[in-house]
T-cell receptor, first 114, second 113 residues
Framework: AQSVTQPDIHITVSEGASLELRCNYS??????LFWYVQSPGQGLQLLLK??????LVQGIKGFEAEFKRSQSSFNLRKPSVHWSDAAEYFC????????????FGGGTRVLVKP | NAGVTQTPKFQVLKTGQSMTLQCAQD?????MSWYRQDPGMGLRLIHY???????DQGEVPNGYNVSRSTTEDFPLRLLSAAPSQTSVYFC????????????FGSGTRLTVV
């Protein structure tokens, strides 16, 4: 069965500083990998996705993520955080069959200090 | 395009009542799913569908029913509400293939008292 672990429940970062969110997954084959962002009271917005090919993927809002097969990781990064990046971030792994079912990590809440 | 539309946005139920959460998408997506979100647990899959007339269970299906009579609609039925079903429910849709991720609705916040 597939699973996703986000080790950090909360992260506080100063505005302008860099951000890295960790994600580790368990899946029997090459997975689909996703990062979603959720602002308070809102639905989930897709930041970026990995399916194959280049292991460094670029997303919206200046985010990028790197797929490392040997470490079963898909960490999300942003070089310089803006106050509007305060939100909850979810990593997810998708099954390549059976409806692309998503399994989510528990989420990381990011707080941005001025 | 409206994307994925969920109704209602908020609902309070008494224990034992039944209700249907509505979900509609206008993107002609084949796949649709229902998730529930609880603090610290991320989102968990309740039921999903890979096309009209085809549904299957996810991780936490007990107490919920679904049907998919059309491509556009995927309602979620709570048969006899329990306090443990207090949660935020999200509907999502996607197309098959590696180029797609799921598009999520804005959610329904359900409280069972």
């Amino acid at each position: 069965a597939q699973s996703v672990t986000q080790p950090d429940i909360h992260i506080t970062v100063s505005e302008g500083a860099s951000l890295e969110l960790r994600c580790n997954y368990s899946y029997g084959a090459t997975p689909y990998l996703f990062w979603y962002v959720q602002s308070p009271g809102q639905g989930l917005q897709l930041l970026l996705k990995y399916f194959s090919g280049d292991t460094l993927v670029q997303g919206i809002k200046g985010f990028e993520a790197e797929f490392k097969r040997s470490q079963s990781s898909f960490n999300l990064r942003k070089p310089s955080v803006h106050w509007s990046d305060a939100a909850e971030y979810f990593c997810a792994v998708g099954a390549r069959a059976a409806g692309n079912k998503l399994t989510f990590g528990g989420g990381t809440r990011v707080l941005v200090k001025p | 395009n409206a994307g994925v539309t969920q109704t209602p946005k908020f609902q309070v139920l008494k224990t034992g009542q039944s209700m249907t959460l509505q979900c509609a998408q206008d993107m002609n997506h084949e796949y649709m799913s229902w998730y529930r979100q609880d603090p610290g647990m991320g989102l968990r899959l309740i039921h999903y569908s890979v096309g009209a007339g085809i549904t299957d269970q996810g991780e936490v299906p007990n107490g919920y029913n679904v049907s998919r009579s059309t491509t556009e609609d995927f309602p979620l039925r709570l048969l006899s509400a329990a306090p443990s079903q207090t949660s935020v429910y999200f509907c999502a849709s996607s197309n098959p293939g590696q180029g797609y991720g799921y598009t999520f609705g804005s959610g329904t916040r359900l409280t069972v008292v």
